[in-house]
Nanobody
Framework: QVQLVESGGGLVQAGGSLRLSCVAS????????MGWFRQTPGKQRELVAT?????VTNYADFVKGRSTISRDNTKATVEMNSLKAEDTAVYYC??????????????WGPGTQVTVSS
């Protein structure tokens, strides 16, 4: 089994910063990529940022310039600055993992609420 455990959500004031972390645990062969997505009621889940095993990063336009994603082995962390009310959402950790050499799958954390107060 693979588990993703998230931490760092909560209430933040507009203009403030937030750090979300995710740790992957369990038995697996390789982590190909990790990252964060977010979702608000009535909307589809959307990309925030991802990072591959080679360190290649991808950011959504709405966080470019104010967000940094990093990864250390099985832990991925995203820092977001200059938070806005519209950043309020449930944030989900994502991982693309090979449990075995030729078996790749996507995994999701349970989600953590981020609320930005204006």
């Amino acid at each position: 089994q693979v588990q993703l455990v998230e931490s760092g959500g909560g209430l933040v004031q507009a203009g403030g910063s937030l750090r979300l972390s995710c740790v992957a645990s369990g038995n697996f062969f390789r982590i190909n990529a990790m990252g964060w997505f977010r979702q608000t009621p009535g909307k589809q889940r959307e990309l925030v940022a991802t990072i591959t095993s080679d360190g290649v990063t991808n950011y959504a336009d709405f966080v470019k310039g104010r967000s940094t994603i990093s990864r250390d082995n099985t832990k991925a962390t995203v820092e977001m600055n200059s938070l806005k009310a519209e950043d309020t959402a449930v944030y989900y950790c994502y991982a693309n993992i090979n449990r075995y050499a030729y078996t790749r799958a996507e995994y999701w954390g349970p989600g953590t609420q981020v609320t930005v107060s204006s």
